[in-house]
């Protein structure tokens, strides 16, 4: 793994809300080698925001503005809905 992602897998595992934790670190596990160059830049600028965003936006408690509105932000509501294994 590139030095990029293990930055991104770091901040994705380590936010500081266990919940978010949860579900960015398992996304980032799961789907993070096979990420291209936009999808990391799309998750690197999603991991910027605040943990209270991110989940309102996952669980549809406020709308995902515009420029969060991505490829990711469907996997990531996609991978919430992803019954464990």
């Given amino acids: 793994m590139d030095d990029r992602r293990k930055r991104i ?3 994705a ?12 670190g398992g996304f980032a596990e799961e789907f993070l080698a096979d990420m291209g160059p936009e ?5 690197e600028t999603l991991l910027d925001e605040p943990d209270a965003n991110i989940m309102d936006w996952l669980f549809d408690r406020t709308a995902v503005p515009a420029e ?3 490829p990711i932000m469907a996997r990531l509501k996609a991978y919430r809905l992803m019954p464990p294994v």
């Avoid at 999808?39 to 998750?43: P, R, V, Y």
Wanted: charge should be negative; proline fraction near 0%; avoid cysteine.
């Fill in 39 to 43: 999808e990391l830049d799309q998750f």
């Fill in 13 to 24: 595992k380590l936010r500081g809300m266990k919940e978010t934790d949860l579900i960015l």
């Fill in 68 to 70: 969060y509105d991505t």
């Fill in 9 to 11: 897998l770091y901040r």
